[in-house]
Structure formats: structure tokens, C-alpha cells
């Protein structure tokens, strides 16, 4: 079934937000995307190695979606996660130092930019199997469900998922028992070099919502009121014990698929067309325009994350790599 859902959701949301609230929705944005910058920056220096994927332009995504949760709900995530395990409110020290490769690392400095992991922030995990996450979101919806719990699950993935037999088996089952599941697939019309159109029959991504008897529903995912309102809507569902529903937010990531693409196969002209509706801007000029927000005070934001961003790279700079008696920790080994 394709929801109904009230073109003007987003709307409402800005005029009846606290301002704080949408200063709040800000803040989360801007850390996201400074912390992108400043992450690309360290690449190119060689503080960081390996594997490293970046969530700039698709801010709106992880923020909205992640402001309907509480604390106690789940989050998972794909290799592309440093925006949503910001959003669910990790420290951008442990963040960065787990890039660097650090002890300090919220992964201990063994996971790198693909497997940060955090259960005392519920953020259950960045996944480098493409749909990888799906399985384990049904099965801690599972497990709320059985321990009668009150959180959701909230699982972000791909365009790129919905080929899999993980995403299907996922939905077939979140469906059929009723999970507390937010399924939430950020369609950036992109997997690694492919087009959407050459990898999924299927381009209208939320219809795969209706063979699993869940609502689907597509938004902006550049507008992080429209993710916000969506989101609400599936949470409220699941936690009334309603079931999963499947959220399609379309989206685009500014840079190439990591850091060593440079993104040929997209012409300039779709690039730009994409960074006009970016989703800070689009943020900041709707509370200048339609709420009156003092510039002031974003400006006041803009600077204060800047300085949490240096002190993020100041403290993994700083910080120890692991010890060699890290080595054996942590790990699981047969007897
Ligand atoms: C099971 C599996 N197959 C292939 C890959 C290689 N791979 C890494 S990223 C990627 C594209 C995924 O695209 P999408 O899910 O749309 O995520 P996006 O990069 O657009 O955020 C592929 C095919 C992988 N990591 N896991």
C-alpha cells in the first residue's frame, strides 16, 4: 500500500518546531558536513587510511529521521556512516580518533570509517556488506518485540540493498510478524558507478513496500522536515505495534562513492543542479526567511561546531594507537 501521506507535513514542521529545536536540526547538519570536510582533509594528509566513504549532501537523511527517535531506539547503518552514528549523538572525538585508528576510537581503532559501533548509544553498527545491516535490524526487532519492549529499530541502507535477496528476506519477515522495523533506503540514484535504472527494475524504490504489506512512501530527502515528518509517521506505527514501514528518501552524495572516486561516470551539470538544493542551505534559508531565526545564531552554531571539529582531529591526533596487547582482545576464538 503507498501511504498517504500529507504533502505539507514538512511545512507544518517549520512553522511549529520549536526554534530551538530547528536550531538543534541545524547543528546536526553542519557537524555532519564539517566533519565530512574536515575527514577529506585528513585523507589527503595520510592521517587516515583504508576505506573511507562520505555522507556530504545526504545530511538531511540520517538528521531527520534520527530527531523521531529517542535514545533508547536503535540505529544501524551502511559503510557510509559517520553522518548517522553523529546523528544518534556520538562524540565526533571518538568518531575521528576511530578514523585515525586510535585506542580512543569509539571502535578501540580496529573498526576504521566502515565499523564504528556503539551499543550504550544503540548505534548497532556501520555495515561494509551492502545490506548487511537488514538482517540484524529485523532481528533486534525481533528481539524487542519478544522482550516486549518500546524501541524501534531504524535501519538505513542503499538504493544498492534492494537487489538483495537480505532486503527481501528482511521486509518478508519484519511484515509477516509485525517488527518494530523503520526501514529507511537512501536512494542517492547511485551504486558505486552504476545508475539506479541499470541495477533495480523497480525505479519507484517505496513500491517494494506494497508485495510486503507495509506502507512505502517516498520524500525529499534533501528536506530534513519532510525525513522528520515521514519518520514520525513509521515510528508512531511501530511503536504501537503496527509493523515496519519502508521510507525511500531520495537524496545525493556531493563526492564520489570514497575517496579514491572521482566520479566520472555524473556530469558537472547534474552535480551543480543537485548542490543548489543542498539540504543545509535549503534549512538555513527557510529559518531566515520563514521563522526570522537571527542569522546571528546560525552563525554562532557554524562557528561553534568548527571548533569541535578541531578539537575532534586535536584529541585523535593526539591519542595513542592500540597496543599490541589490543590484539587478542575483543575477539572471538573457538576452544
Ligand atoms: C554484498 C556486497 N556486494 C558488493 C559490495 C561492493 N560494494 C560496495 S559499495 C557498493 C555500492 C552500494 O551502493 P548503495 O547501496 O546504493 O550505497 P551508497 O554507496 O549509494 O550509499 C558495492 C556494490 C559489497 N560491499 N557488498
Redesign the pocket.
Known sequence: MALERDKHSAQRALLTLQETQLLELYRRMVLIRQFEEKTAEMYARGKITGFC?LYAGEEAVAVGAIYALYDKDYVLS???EHGHCLAKGADPKVVMAELFGKITGISKGRGGSMHLFDPDLRFMGGY????GGLPIATGLGLSVQYNEGPEVVCCF?????LPQGAFHESLNMASLWKLPVVFVC?N?F???GTMVQNAICQEELYRFAEPYKMPGVRVDGMDVLEVYGATMEAVARAREGDGPSLIEAVTY?FRG?SMSDPAEYRSKREERIWQERDPIKNLRRRMLGERHVAEARLGDIEAAVAREIEEAVKFADESPEPSVDELGTGIYAGS
Not at 561494509?128 to 545490506?131: D, L, R, S
Not at 541502507?157 to 540493498?161: E, K, R
Open positions: 566513504h551502511t559503510y557510509r561494509a556488506i551492502v545490506g541502507f542503499g538504493d544498492g540493498a537512501e542517492n547511485y551504486g558505486m552524495r562513492h
